[in-house]
């Protein structure tokens, strides 16, 4: 006899196929290039399971290498991964009411969970949220660990693996906007490159991010004023 919760296991496992997809091109990538760096296996999955940023963990590989101290590695994780306090913000409201599931769920958001989630029904994302992070970290850590076990060897064979990351986030951006259908965000992320590149393009991805704030932050004060004054 099928149990709801097995079915909604079957379910999510589906619904995160686009992700699971992706995440094993990029972990896997992401294995290959720590190793090859000369990260240790076991740091390089632990990463991946206490960190899990697929783009804090890249930006962490050239780091690790170069020696870099405890300092800039925690800042530069910090700053690469503050924009998923915005994920967090925004969906307070579906996370579980409380005990680990909520922590959990807080702490395990990601760019594809949060574009997963988003496009659920609003009274079922708290029953889901919990469920679909930790799948979607499933996904990561193991593909981690498939990467390592490959070894440096395949570093020199397939070219370009750090590219697979960005290949990711391009397909969720697809993705989401077949679901929702909304141009702000692209229009957002070209605003944003835009200015970082041209005035701040040794830290473009902090620049970036921090226009992007910035805007939303903006827009959603004026959007705020514009409900006051019809109210």
Not at 50 to 72: D, K
Not at 150 to 175: R, T
Request: glycine residues 6%.
């Amino acid at each position: 006899m099928k149990t709801a919760s097995s079915s909604d296991w079957r379910h999510l496992i589906r619904l995160t196929l686009p992700i699971a997809m992706g995440y094993y091109a990029a972990g896997i990538a992401y294995g290959i290039l720590a190793v090859s760096a000369g990260l240790p296996a076991w740091l390089t999955v632990a990463l991946s399971m206490l960190v899990y940023s697929g783009a804090a963990q890249y930006a962490a590989i050239p780091l690790f290498a170069a020696g870099a101290g405890f300092f800039p590695l925690v800042v530069g994780t910090l700053l690469i991964s503050l924009r998923q306090i915005f994920y967090t913000l925004a969906l307070h409201r579906d996370l579980p009411k409380k005990g680990l599931l909520r922590w959990y769920a807080t702490a395990s958001i990601t760019d594809e969970s949060y574009a997963l989630v988003a496009t659920q029904d609003k009274s079922e994302r708290p029953r889901l949220i919990s469920k679909i992070n930790f799948l979607c970290q499933f996904y990561w850590v193991s593909a981690s660990l498939i990467g390592t076990l490959l070894g440096a060897e395949l570093a020199n064979a397939i070219p370009h693996l750090e590219f697979a990351l960005p290949c990711l986030f391009i397909i969720l951006a697809y993705e989401q906007y077949r679901q929702v259908r909304q141009y702000f965000p692209f229009l957002l992320s070209v605003g944003a490159f835009v200015p970082a590149k041209l005035f701040a393009a040794d830290w473009l991805m902090l620049a970036a991010i921090l226009c992007c704030m910035t805007a939303i932050l903006m827009r959603y004060n004026l959007q705020l004023r514009y409900k006051e004054r019809k109210s």
